[in-house]
């Protein structure tokens, strides 16, 4: 525990805040048009989607670390390393989601828990992206690409789902719960896979174990 907490300044330090910082903001900027502009309801779905996806492609870009192989071979393990990026990176999340919904006009918005679901989902998959890029490479900053494959699976899903997982429909849309269905197994999904690569490769922990012993 003590070694997790003399953690906290340095990762706090190398999290990518410029990075989240312009993300939210252009995701604030998106929530805000049907407010400005007196857009109908699908506007402010539409938009309010379009918000969380920006945010999003802020958080792929949360596991960069420029000393990751300085890092590699401390007592700490990977996935606390990740977890810990991830707690101190969400109360911001969390303030900015809240920021997100307030901008949406309550006449216009959409029900606040289902579009919840949506970007605890997309946010998950972000950082699962994120974590996988890490786990399969050596790359000590796959933000770039993370946030790149990020995007354009997010053009590509609504063409290439079929419509029994049509996962962006309407509020009126007679398929929006089962819909939501959908968006928590994408959540769920994504925290398995988030965990799965949370796991030092087999080599590296040989090469830990290997300058244990010679300590």
Do not use: K, Q, Y
């Given at each position: 525990m003590r070694g997790v907490t003399a953690l906290v300044v340095p990762v706090l330090r190398t999290l990518p805040w410029r990075v989240l910082g312009a993300s939210a903001v252009a995701g604030l900027l998106l929530a805000g048009l049907p407010r400005l502009l007196g857009l109908n309801a699908w506007w402010a779905l539409l938009l309010l989607r379009g918000a969380v996806l920006a945010f999003a492609l802020g958080l792929a870009f949360v596991l960069d670390d420029p000393a990751?192989?300085?890092?590699?071979?401390?007592?700490?393990?990977?996935?606390?390393?990740?977890?810990?990026?991830?707690?101190?990176?969400?109360?911001?999340?969390?303030?900015?989601?809240?920021?997100?919904?307030?901008?949406?006009?309550?006449?216009v918005r959409p029900p606040v828990a289902d579009v919840a679901l949506e970007a605890g989902a997309v946010f998950a998959v972000a950082l699962a992206a994120a974590a996988a890029a890490v786990h399969r490479s050596d790359e000590p900053a796959p933000g770039t690409l993370v946030a790149a494959v990020l995007l354009a699976s997010a053009a590509l899903a609504p063409l290439l789902l079929p419509d029994d997982w049509a996962l962006f429909v309407s509020v009126t849309d007679e398929r929006w719960g089962a819909a939501h269905d959908r968006w928590a197994m994408v959540l769920a999904?994504?925290?398995?896979?988030?965990?799965?690569?949370?796991?030092?490769?087999?080599?590296?922990?040989?090469?830990?174990?290997?300058s244990g012993a010679a300590a």
């Amino acid at each position: 525990m003590r070694g997790v907490t003399a953690l906290v300044v340095p990762v706090l330090r190398t999290l990518p805040w410029r990075v989240l910082g312009a993300s939210a903001v252009a995701g604030l900027l998106l929530a805000g048009l049907p407010r400005l502009l007196g857009l109908n309801a699908w506007w402010a779905l539409l938009l309010l989607r379009g918000a969380v996806l920006a945010f999003a492609l802020g958080l792929a870009f949360v596991l960069d670390d420029p000393a990751r192989h300085t890092t590699a071979p401390v007592p700490t393990r990977r996935w606390i390393r990740h977890a810990l990026r991830a707690v101190l990176v969400a109360p911001a999340a969390g303030v900015w989601w809240a920021g997100a919904v307030w901008l949406v006009p309550g006449p216009v918005r959409p029900p606040v828990a289902d579009v919840a679901l949506e970007a605890g989902a997309v946010f998950a998959v972000a950082l699962a992206a994120a974590a996988a890029a890490v786990h399969r490479s050596d790359e000590p900053a796959p933000g770039t690409l993370v946030a790149a494959v990020l995007l354009a699976s997010a053009a590509l899903a609504p063409l290439l789902l079929p419509d029994d997982w049509a996962l962006f429909v309407s509020v009126t849309d007679e398929r929006w719960g089962a819909a939501h269905d959908r968006w928590a197994m994408v959540l769920a999904g994504a925290a398995v896979v988030w965990g799965v690569c949370g796991a030092e490769p087999l080599r590296r922990r040989w090469v830990r174990a290997r300058s244990g012993a010679a300590a």
